[in-house]
């Protein structure tokens, strides 16, 4: 059975990306063909594409933004103040302070702790899941509402960004252990891989991170950006939020999870997507 069939805004971006690597129309063609297209949709799927333009860097898109001007310190949600304890503009990244209470950071680490696996990456080439050395957490997935503390904080988030909730992918709780980390990496699905189309199925692109700490280590574990040098302090109950208006490194938003030295981390993370994600 073939993986997609319809010629959609993803798959368009999948072969404009194709062609800016240097492909030819035929091997994208044959490539698609390999993964199951007909030809008759592959071959408009690449016409298409075509008359749109086939170079370029991908057009930017609309991302959340929790405060457009820039001007505000305490931003309010659907039901707590938050502070802005650092922002900047390009790349676009926030710090915000207050963002869950000490009870719910808590209340998080205990729904996580009995589904806690090795943490997983997504297989750029089939858009599944695998096993990765960059990355040494353990992690829990929860559906987006699963549990009135999720629903609560899916809404404050929502209402903090300016985005709506069911454009957001479920929580994940990841514990890092003494040495765990995550080496720097971007977020959003390269479209010039091959899986790109079967991820970006669901929802579209990744635009926006953020990341809660729930628990602190004694020592290291902060959120790194190293083509800004910028350090984020995994301090309990503030989260670090950063967009990406496109799939490319000019957006800078290349980030890791620094090694823990001594104790452990627990953080949240809530992707947010440009359409809607079930």
Not at 167 to 196: M, N, V
Request: net charge positive; aromatic share 6%; with cysteine.
């Amino acid at each position: 059975m073939p993986l997609v069939q319809q010629i959609t805004p993803q798959v368009l971006q999948w072969i404009t990306a194709q062609a800016r690597a240097g492909h030819t129309p035929e091997a994208v063609l044959e490539a698609m063909r390999a993964r199951g297209w007909h030809d008759a949709t592959a071959t408009s799927a690449v016409e298409k594409a075509k008359q749109g333009g086939l170079t370029g860097e991908l057009p930017p898109v609309p991302v959340p933004d929790p405060d457009p001007s820039d001007s505000q310190v305490i931003l309010r949600t659907a039901d707590r103040e938050v502070s802005v304890l650092m922002s900047l503009r390009r790349p676009r990244v926030a710090v915000f302070g207050n963002l869950l209470s000490e009870a719910e950071c808590e209340q998080l680490m205990e729904l996580a702790r009995p589904r806690l696996q090795r943490s997983l990456t997504v297989d750029n080439w089939s858009g599944g899941s695998q096993l990765s050395d960059a990355r040494s957490s353990e992690g829990a997935f929860f559906q987006r509402g699963e549990h009135i503390t999720l629903q609560c904080l899916e809404a404050r988030i929502a209402s903090l960004v300016k985005w709506p909730v069911n454009h957001g992918e479920g929580l994940q709780i990841l514990r890092y252990g003494p040495a765990a980390e995550y080496q720097p990496h971007h977020d959003y699905f390269d479209p010039s891989i091959p899986g790109s189309p079967r991820t970006l199925a669901n929802g579209g692109q990744r635009v926006a991170t953020l990341i809660i700490y729930l628990k602190a280590p004694q020592r290291g574990g902060a959120t790194i950006f190293p083509e800004i040098g910028l350090r984020v302090a995994p301090v309990r109950g503030n989260a670090v939020f950063f967009s990406y208006n496109r799939p490319h490194p000019s957006t800078r938003t290349l980030h890791g999870g620094a090694p823990v030295i001594a104790g452990e981390k627990w953080i949240a993370t809530k992707w947010l997507r440009e359409g809607v994600f079930v």
